[in-house]
């Protein structure tokens, strides 16, 4: 994990927030290289549930909410996590998350446990120009309310049906007690949440088929289904109102981590909300002249998370001449960069084509340019960050207008016309 984290911030993928003034705790930066590894997260996740499907639609929901939402969710009640402090090193910690509620981890006193409060998770704010008139106001702990309070409208102005959903992908926010393992549990993080609403009677197989579905998602991506697995939670773990909920965990270096929840919500979320905003949320069905509150299967993936596994699982180490090659072997939907142009020479006929070659592919693909410093170090950078394709630019390509192309994998390189090498890259980066 220490070389993650390294490479993180060497190569500018993750910075410590405010880190000049000494950081703030478990808020992150993501740098250059990061930035567009996260979007490339965000916009794998969005064509696979919107782009490629016909009953999945998107949302952008806000950030601030009244407390009515939050009271008819359940979050305002419920939201909360069992606080305990250690009276001996003044530490706090989840009492769910120790191994021991008798040993501090920390310091190691025993029994030194205060009793166990409820601690909610919510982020609380003031809307208006003073705080003591002002209205009260939430940021979201979870980006689902918002499509459940906008199904009405969703439904009205789209004409969907059931099965239908709603995908939207956002930032969060929970005050957490404990924050850690680097990204992986922060206070501010970004959800890619769908609720999908279907018959009452269709619930169970729509379950199943999230819960596969959801899985493959990752192998797809990239990560070995040996490091995944899908796990249903015990009847003690359920959420009152779900009659079943598996996650997508990742195996990290400290052991299995949640990547992703899929829950059968059943029709809780809708009847809440109808209830006190007496608003209708039911759908009624033409064809069987029925009418009913549609059940909700919803798949909750962090895509801050998800970034996170996708980088750990492409981290790879190989000693190549004599030498420890890193690379990130990730799937091109997820690399940031997808191509590199890298002209042999700094002297202008060489640039200059190079910035031709740079131009026909920045259209179609994010890609870097680099000319500093020799040529192997500059293929070691790009396999650092993951960049599945280089094309050089070398003396010869002014007289054939040809370059070569090295895949990062395995290294090999060929020998590609300009006029073909948009095909080229095409067709192993579709």
């Known amino acids: 994990m220490d070389k993650i984290v390294n490479l993180c911030k060497r190569r500018g993928i993750v910075f410590p927030s405010a880190e000049i003034y000494g950081g703030f705790r478990s808020t992150y930066d993501y740098g250059p290289i990061g930035v567009l590894m996260l979007r490339n997260v965000k916009d794998a996740w969005w064509r696979t549930m919107v782009q490629m499907r016909t009953d999945v639609l998107g949302l952008d929901a806000s950030i601030l909410s009244p ?8 979050h305002l009640a419920n939201f909360t996590d069992p606080l305990v402090d250690c009276t001996n090193c003044k530490q706090r910690f989840r009492e769910d998350h120790l191994d021991d509620v008798m040993v501090c981890p920390s310091c190691g006193a025993r029994g030194s446990f205060t009793e ?19 209205a009260v106001a939430y940021l979201r702990p979870e980006t689902a309310q918002g499509m459940f309070i906008n199904f009405a409208n969703v439904l009205n102005t789209s004409r969907k049906k059931p099965p239908f959903g709603i995908a939207q992908v956002g930032k969060s926010f929970r005050n957490e ?6 990204v992986f549990r922060t206070r501010e993080f970004e959800q890619m949440e769908l609720e999908f609403f279907v018959p009452p009677d269709e619930a169970a197989t729509w379950y199943e088929y999230w819960c596969t579905e959801r899985f493959d998602w990752y192998v797809r991506h990239g ?30 270096p400290w052991g299995w981590g949640e990547l992703e929840g899929i829950a059968n919500r059943g029709n809780y979320d809708l009847t809440q909300h109808a209830t006190h905003s007496g608003a ?6 033409q064809e069987s002249k029925t009418r009913y509150v549609p059940h909700v299967i919803e798949p909750a993936a962090g895509a801050t998370r998800s970034m996170m596994a996708f980088l750990i699982a492409a981290y790879d180490e190989e000693e190549v001449k004599g030498e420890t090659r890193t690379v990130l072997r990730l799937h091109h939907r997820i690399a940031p960069y997808k191509v590199a142009v890298l002209p042999l020479s700094k002297k202008a006929p060489l640039t200059e084509l190079s910035r031709e070659v740079l131009a ?11 000319e500093t410093q020799a040529i192997g170090r500059r293929y070691r950078r790009q396999d650092e960050i993951g960049t ?15 370059v070569t192309v090295r895949e990062r994998d395995s290294m090999t390189q060929e020998r590609v016309g300009l006029d073909r090498l948009v ?8």
């Open 67 to 74: 407390p009515a939402v939050w009271e008819a969710s359940g």
């Open 116 to 134: 166990a409060r409820q601690f909610n998770l919510m982020f609380k704010t003031h809307a208006g120009p003073l705080e003591e008139s002002a």
């Open 223 to 252: 990560i070995a289904r040996e490091k995944l697995r899908l796990r249903a939670h015990d009847a003690d773990e359920l959420s009152h109102y779900s009659s079943g909920t598996s996650d997508v965990e990742f195996l990290f």
């Open 280 to 285: 209708d949320l039911s759908y009624f069905d």
């Open 423 to 430: 095909g080229y890259l095409a067709e192993r980066l579709r």
């Open 177 to 182: 007690i404990t924050p850690g393992n680097f």
């Open 360 to 370: 026909d592919l920045q259209p179609l693909w994010m890609a870097d340019y680099d």
């Open 388 to 402: 599945p394709y280089c094309v050089t630019v070398d003396f010869d390509s002014l007289e054939d207008r040809a």
